[in-house]
């Protein structure tokens, strides 16, 4: 009974996990952008609203689009040295950081000091597609190729504004230019505020060319992050992707103090990574400070002519520097380094007591392989 209790506390401590956040009810699956949108909620790039929907129709402003975008690009943690002022915006603005780092990765073009940035206008589709493209390195088009290339598709471009002409000429080269499924031909309609399921599959596509051709700023941004750590063995690296295999053994320190004696099963413990978790080639898979989570799953006292302490932990979860939470398996049993003497002792007499105190660190085996992007600590699977 108490074995089948410990595997239902498991199990739904995983499910807290597992549960898809998607779920708009104002969205389902025949929704043309429902992808986009569940990909973009769970990587937390978007969020719905209080009620619970997420209201594709509606519109975003210039803010919450650089919010949005730099986010997608995973880029909240960069500091911006010299800051742009603007008459409409200062520090205590909400969006402030996202937008000068928008503004330093030249997703938007850098205004005149003074000149306002009208945070709570409505972003157009032609600001929006804008930016997806000046986040990539492209090739150089002409005006006359741009008008080529949009007048086999569209039915307005001679009402596109000359300044968008090529942006919107490079978007449709890659596929980008969003526009909502039609019969009629299609339309480019730039100056329309975008719709927030349009913007949603704008930063889509964005994210995903931005993992193959960064503009100069993002690639260096991007590169994959190197430190000193503890080096995981069996580790390895795929393109930008690092993989933590199952059996592999990681460092965890316990924020409380565990025993064999007076903890009991099912208990709940947090834990940190001690160091950082790197490959040989020194890439950084989990940060020092990411937070372990996860219970005591067979606690069992030492006692004379009986039996030896058991003292298992299984761990369930691991919340990042990007405060992302995911499953991540693992247990750790903790046992003591006998001499020979004791060796014999603990054959015979039994008896031993195990404990864990606070800040100790002690080494777990993962259960299951975890994949990370290595530019920014995303946990991918």
Known sequence: MKNVLKLLLSALITLNIVIPVFAYPDVDSTHWAAKQIEELTEKGVIVGYPDGTFQPDENVSRAEFASMAIKALGQEHTTVAQPVTFTDIDTSFWAYDAIQKALYFDLISCPPQGEPFRPDDTVTRAESISVAVNALTTEQISDLKAKEVLSK???????????????????????????IPSEDKARIEANRPATRAEVTAILYDMMEQAKLNPNAKLAEAMRKKTGDGYVVENAFVQGSVGTIPAGAIVPIKLTKYVSSQSSQSGEMYIASAPQNYITRDKFILVYKGSNLKGQLLDVRSGKWFVRNGVLVLDNSLLT???????????VTEITKHRNWFMKIVRATLKGEKLNVTPDEVVYMKVLKPIKIDLTNGWIIE
């Not at 471009?157 to 596929?175: D, T």
């Not at 990042?320 to 693992?330: A, E, L, Y």
């Open 153 to 179: 598709k569209f039915a307005d471009v001679n009402e596109v504004p000359q300044w968008f002409l090529i942006p919107a000429g490079k978007a449709e080269i890659l596929n980008m230019l969003v526009t």
């Open 320 to 330: 990042t520097n990007n405060d992302q939470t995911v499953t991540f398996s693992g």
